[in-house]
């Protein structure tokens, strides 16, 4: 006689109302401690489940959360047809992000008008990639033109003013005027700060007095002056910004937008990603198995001679976007009940209700042991390239997302990251010069060794002592190191 087939389950877990509010601020100041240690916890409960990554519930301003850390789940959720259609960006993030960044947008926008506008926004900047290639080169050999050879720097804050000059060097400032509009660059940087802040305070009220505005109040004000000042940027057909000419584009449209792509969202993203990518490519321990100690940079420049140095380096960007995604995860709403596939006989389906957020944690996905075996937590330069064995090459991390909500930037971030790092090495630039770092790894705290793969079995509280991940994932404590370069004589 057949056994009748079991009904899916909710989430792991029942939070109170009570419980509500401490696991509010619990999430707000480490997701990934918040997140592993229930996941812990419900793998002391039910150790034979330990490997099935269920989805675990949660309770954050006082919604109803369903954390998703396998990676099989979030391809579901995100690139399955049928279950993608039940699920909304634009409501799970209305309150935290459609004051700050009016619709219609891409980031909030749902099937069907989603696809037409990124359709759209594809075609604006399909040679984008090609033509800021110079623009990146000539920003980044000037940014470290101006760090004494020899002197130590904190990694992440300089790559976070590198960012700034990319990002607003890409979209909105003319060779001209990247000499000469600092104070515009310093106005745009303040007033996205105070965006950012009001967007992700805990605070979500909007308060103006005589003497005092809350952060959302100034960052709802900082929003309003933005796109003011891009508008005008726009409509006066300034040279720099690279859709002011594409065949009459709608003003409104560009300036929404171009309050995103200069977001400090964005900024901060492109920097985390960045220090991630210069410390494995110039001070990781794990530099290459063949070459023993030597780094990933010095393995590069060495196959350059037979043209197998880019496989590498796009390899290495890869892993890095796997293991180190800026943002640890994205939200969507659930407009109808969903079903979740749990992949083991041992473990019920998940029913996530209508109605739910849903958290999809990249980070905890992207190290699922079922998808990249034992390495899962590891660091491997060479994962991604040909002579990597076990591992499928669409098996990649979740940095952009996936699916047809995937992030816009995908292509452009990569062509920025693999530019800035060629720039670095002193590959295709017309000249020999390079960019170094140097740091001793023993001085790397144990948590950011963990957001890099670097150290297997980091304990979720060594991680949230050491790396900030709201909004992006950052070290929290300043991560010195020597910069040696060959660009004074130029």
Sequence with gaps: ?????????????????????????????????????RVLAFQSLHPSLADSRTPIRA???????????????????LCDEVTAANLSAGKAYDELMAPFFLPPNLLLADPPAHQSMKDKWKARMA?????????IQEIVLCHFRNISSGSTTDLYESMKALSWKLILGVFISSSTERDQA??????????????????????????NVRFWQSPRARGLAAREKLQQLLKVRVSSGKKGCPFVT????????VANHLLLFTSSLAVKSLASLLTAI??????????SKQQGSQSSATRILSLEITNNGDELLQSIILETERL???????????????????????????????GWDVWLYFVGAARDPAVFGDSAESFRPERYCGLSEGVESEKKGL??????????????????VTTVAKTCLGIGIGSSSKVGLQANVDDIPRGVQGWLGWQKDVKPEEWAKDMKQLPTQRPVKALMVKVVHDLDAE
């Design 1 to 37: 006689m057949a056994s009748e087939p079991r009904l899916p389950v909710l989430p792991h877990g029942s939070p109170t109302t009570l419980s509500g509010l401490s696991e509010t601020f619990s999430f707000h100041s480490s997701p990934e401690a918040f997140i592993t240690s």
């Design 59 to 77: 309770k954050v301003l006082n919604r109803n959360i369903a954390v998703i850390s396998s990676y099989d789940h979030v391809k579901q959720l």
């Design 127 to 135: 040679s984008l990639p090609d033509e800021m290639r110079p623009v």
């Design 182 to 207: 600092q104070k515009d660059v310093a106005e745009i940087e303040a007033l996205q700060e105070d965006l950012l802040r009001g967007q992700f305070s805990l605070f979500p009220v909007s308060i």
């Design 246 to 253: 594409k065949g009459g584009a709608d003003e409104d449209d």
């Design 278 to 287: 210069m410390l494995n490519l110039y001070i990781s321990p794990n530099g």
């Design 324 to 354: 180190s995604p800026p943002v640890v995860g994205i939200m969507r709403r659930t407009v109808k009940d969903v079903i979740l596939l749990s992949g083991y006989e041992s473990t019920q389906d998940t029913i996530i209700p209508k």
């Design 399 to 416: 940095a952009f997302g996936a699916g047809p909500k995937s992030c816009l930037g995908e292509t452009l971030v990569r062509e920025v």
